[in-house]
């Protein structure tokens, strides 16, 4: 018969493994010496300690699945309770206990972190619908839709939650994008309505240009002319592209008309010569218009030279191009002034800083009211609290007033 601390065989080659419940047999052993029969069944007790180890390992150094973690567990526990091996099976069944218990840790930290994820999300998507739905009343037709169309990635990356939770935040992130959307284009639907009603009042002045064009009635077709660009002035602007065609075509009909006056008159060239030199003094002094400082002094300063612009009469034609150009340079200079002031003074904007500033004084003279009740009383906490108070609301209405003396300035 032979011994080792963990296991015995006896004369007929039964081999036993000695536990804390007493001897269990887990095998025989005809085949050769009782001391290689130990060594074959401790060999298989390494084995079993080796997967034991490697599922220690994979627990603690591997982002193993919870549920393979104890399927895998489970196995190895039943292995131990009925190994045929040779070996200290209670400290390995203590190993999966300690196995047991780090899972049950593992799990709960895991469901623990996507709790906190998953509040963590609904926290940044809440944010996000909150935005939209803020940006959906925004007139800000350009920096609102960027913005709106960034809130759109910035959702997309992040994680789903439950289904009901996500749908129910998603519509109303989706409905103030609707919102927003809708009113964007009635606003511009309204633009293109305005824009094509000058359209079609420049087209009939376009019209009247052209059919001017050919008249040898100098002085009446001049007036006409010049009632013409009073009424394009106050049509207002069509779309770009068409403003610039038309344009084009009204002051080409005006330049057939005034080149063939010119052409019929080639025979006054002195008085034209002399027209010439007012026409550069006309010049110089609407070039001094400029940098435009006062828009509304620059319109009037240009207007009266385009007035008795008008009423020099014509210039030798190889000098006209080049007065034209001097000329034409500081009326677009102020129509780009005219464009910034309109960008400047938006009504819209004028109205949201006026009714801001109204809010933020009539506070600001209600808790001036209740600071001197309170000076008055004598109450200490109080004056300070409202002091604090006060000084932060006329801060903002400094800020305000200023926002709005840009509008007005």
């Known amino acids: 018969m032979s011994s080792e601390p963990w296991g015995r065989v006896d004369e007929q080659g039964t081999v036993y493994v000695r536990t804390a419940d007493g001897e269990r047999v887990v095998g025989s052993w005809q085949a050769g010496s009782p001391e290689e029969a130990l060594a ?50 209670e400290s390995l069944a203590k190993r999966l206990d300690t196995l047991t218990g780090e899972i049950e840790t593992r799990q709960n930290e895991r469901k623990l972190a996507k709790a906190k994820a998953q509040d963590e999300t609904r926290t940044a998507k809440e944010k996000l619908v909150a935005e939209a739905e803020q940006l959906a009343e925004s007139t800000q037709w350009r920096e609102a ?8 990635d910035i959702w997309k990356g992040l994680p789903r939650l439950d289904r009901k939770s996500d749908d129910e935040l998603w519509h109303r992130f989706s409905h103030a994008r609707s919102v927003f959307s809708k009113h964007r284009k009635a606003h511009f639907a309204t633009l293109d309505s305005e824009r094509e009603q000058a359209r079609a009042v420049k ?13 040898t009635e100098w002085g009446d077709t001049a007036a006409a002319y010049r009632d013409l660009m009073t009424s394009w002035k106050a049509a207002g602007r069509a779309q770009r592209d068409a403003e610039e065609e038309l344009w084009a075509r009204f002051r080409s009909a005006q330049d057939v008309f005034f080149q063939a006056r010119s052409a019929t008159f080639s025979e006054r060239d002195a008085e034209q010569g002399e027209n010439q030199k007012l026409k550069e003094a006309l010049l110089t002094e609407a070039e001094a218009i400029l940098p435009i400082t006062d828009l509304k002094a620059a319109k009037v300063a240009l207007r009266g030279v385009n007035e008795r612009w008008e009423a020099i009469g014509h210039v030798p034609r190889d000098a006209k191009p080049k007065l034209d150009a001097r000329l034409n340079a500081v009326e677009r200079a102020i129509r780009e002034a005219e464009e910034a002031e309109w960008q400047r003074s938006n009504p819209e904007a004028r109205a949201r800083a006026t009714g801001m500033t109204s809010l933020l004084q009539s506070a600001v003279d209600k808790l001036q009211g209740e600071l001197e009740k309170a000076r008055a009383a004598g109450n200490a906490s109080k004056v300070a609290k409202l002091e604090n108070e006060l000084a932060g609301r006329q801060a903002l209405l400094d800020q305000a007033l200023k926002s709005l003396q840009e509008f007005s300035g």
Request: proline share 0%.
């Open 203 to 215: 087209e009939k002045l376009v019209a009247q240009a052209e059919a001017l064009s050919s008249s």
């Open 145 to 152: 839709g960027d913005r709106l169309r960034a809130l759109v």
């Open 40 to 89: 074959y069944f401790e060999r298989k007790y390494q084995g079993l300690a080796a997967e034991i180890a490697l599922l220690e390992h994979r627990v603690r150094k591997t982002d193993l699945a919870t549920k393979d973690a104890q399927t895998a567990l489970d196995h190895l526990r039943a292995q131990v309770v009925e190994a045929h091996a040779v070996g200290d099976l």
